[in-house]
């Protein structure tokens, strides 16, 4: 029976590439035309294949149907939440998950920080998007025609001297990050705060939510903060493989730097202060 089930599996990748006939079939699965046959019909019945008035097959309209059901019922932060967990008491400091919905980007899960210091931040609040580095890695994502009117559409609040100017400065900085595969807010939205974020992305890639740690100076430099990179990241990986049900490595980065170098996104470091953290 697992035989069976197994090569009637190995027959969806295959119409996955495109129709197929019954005698390609075949020849793909090392097996006899009737045995083909047999199991092609079975899901037929099912919806998950569909033959075609040329009498060749395609995936069904059902397996559609029940990929699209599947990816509504996801809940990323269910998924996130057990590794927020983990990053956290790993490291120590904030960790938070954020998602974009439309102009704006939310925290959707937090864990805290075991110094005395907490975070401002609150679950379903908005980011300072043009500075947050969870903000950063969503709208890099962006396809850029998108990105720029998004860009043009936003104000530029100068929390900080180290605060995004105006949309071109922003732009050359979702284009870095889009690179890179990761981002920071060094000082951005609070000058004692630093960030880092990763995304965790879907089956087809693309960001579908943002996980950071961040700390503030009087706990930990940004150097330091930035050599966490990599646990971030893995984590993320981590998060988006569960999600979408596959091994972490099947995506490999396109960049992991073991000590990263800050990218400041203006003036000198912040200097240490007790103020609270805040949003990042």
């Keep these: 029976m697992s035989q069976t089930v197994d090569r009637a599996l190995s027959i969806l990748p295959l119409l996955a590439r495109g129709p197929a006939s019954l005698e390609q079939v075949a020849r793909s699965l090392d097996v006899h035309k009737s045995t083909a046959l047999r199991l092609l ?3 037929r019945e099912h919806g998950m294949v569909y033959r075609q008035p040329d009498q ?5 309209a059902r397996l559609f149907a029940l990929a699209q059901e599947a990816v509504e019922n996801l809940d990323v932060r269910a998924v996130a939440h057990p590794h927020l967990v983990e990053l956290g008491a790993a490291c120590g400091h904030t960790v938070h998950l954020a998602v974009r919905q439309e ?3 939310v925290y959707i899960d937090k864990v805290d920080s075991r110094y005395p210091v907490r975070m401002y931040s609150r679950i379903g609040r908005p980011v300072a998007i043009t500075v947050a580095a969870v903000a950063k890695v969503l709208l890099a994502d962006l396809p850029e025609p998108e990105r720029r009117e998004l860009a043009r559409r936003l104000d530029y609040p100068r929390h900080t001297p180290r605060s995004t100017p105006d949309a071109t400065a922003f732009l050359e900085e979702l284009a870095r990050v889009r690179e890179q595969g990761w981002a920071t807010d060094l000082g951005g939205h609070e000058e ?3 960030c880092v974020a990763a995304p965790v992305r879907g089956a087809d890639g693309r960001a579908v939510a943002a996980l950071s740690i961040s700390a503030p100076n009087v706990v930990v430099g940004a150097d330091e903060l930035l050599r966490l990179l990599p646990l971030v990241r893995r984590t ?6 569960e ?8 995506r490999p980065h396109r960049h992991e730097p073991s000590h990263p170098s800050p990218r400041p996104s203006s003036d000198p ?10 949003r990042t």
């Excluded at 993320?236 to 493989?241: E, H, L, M, T, Y």
């Excluded at 470091?269 to 805040?278: A, I, K, R, V």
Aim: proline share 11%; no cysteine; net charge negative.
């Design 41 to 43: 019909r079975t899901l």
């Design 56 to 60: 060749r097959y395609r995936l069904g």
């Design 103 to 105: 102009d704006e980007v």
């Design 192 to 194: 004692t705060i630093n």
């Design 236 to 241: 993320a990986d981590a998060i988006g493989a």
């Design 243 to 250: 999600y979408v049900g596959r091994s972490p490595a099947d």
């Design 269 to 278: 470091s912040p200097h240490p202060s007790p103020h609270e953290e805040n």
